[in-house]
């Protein structure tokens, strides 16, 4: 069964930090691009990082650069999501895809990062 799960999310104040991690099963996790997105009450879904199949290049959303790194384990078993210096305007819930290309992306449920104190 394909699945893809986002975990770390959670309140925080702002200036904290928080991991999220994105993990993958019943699929090829090392072969495909994962990317970050979040969506906050009533906006549109957004791009916030991606990183390459190989891991070998990253990309961030304007807003979060600097603050936020995308990185995978070696196995790339599981990709992560370290957000630092968090900010009110980062609440939103945050979904990772993961893609390859040759079929529709895999998307995750979603895990809710809330910044506020």
């Known amino acids: 069964q394909v699945q893809l799960v986002e975990s770390g999310g959670g309140l925080v104040q702002p200036g904290g930090s928080l991991r999220l991690s994105c993990t993958a099963s019943g699929f090829t996790f090392s072969s495909y691009a994962v990317r970050w997105y979040r969506q906050a009450p009533g906006k549109e879904r957004e791009f916030v990082a991606g990183i390459s199949s190989h891991g070998g290049s990253t990309g961030y959303a304007d807003p979060v650069k600097g603050r936020f790194t995308i990185s995978g384990d070696n196995a790339k078993t599981t990709v992560y999501l370290q957000m630092n210096s968090l900010k009110p305007e980062d609440t939103a819930v945050y979904f990772c895809?993961?893609?390859?290309?040759?079929?529709?992306?895999?998307w995750g449920q979603g895990t809710q990062v809330t910044v506020s104190s």
């Open positions: 895809n993961a893609l390859n290309g040759l079929r529709p992306p895999y």
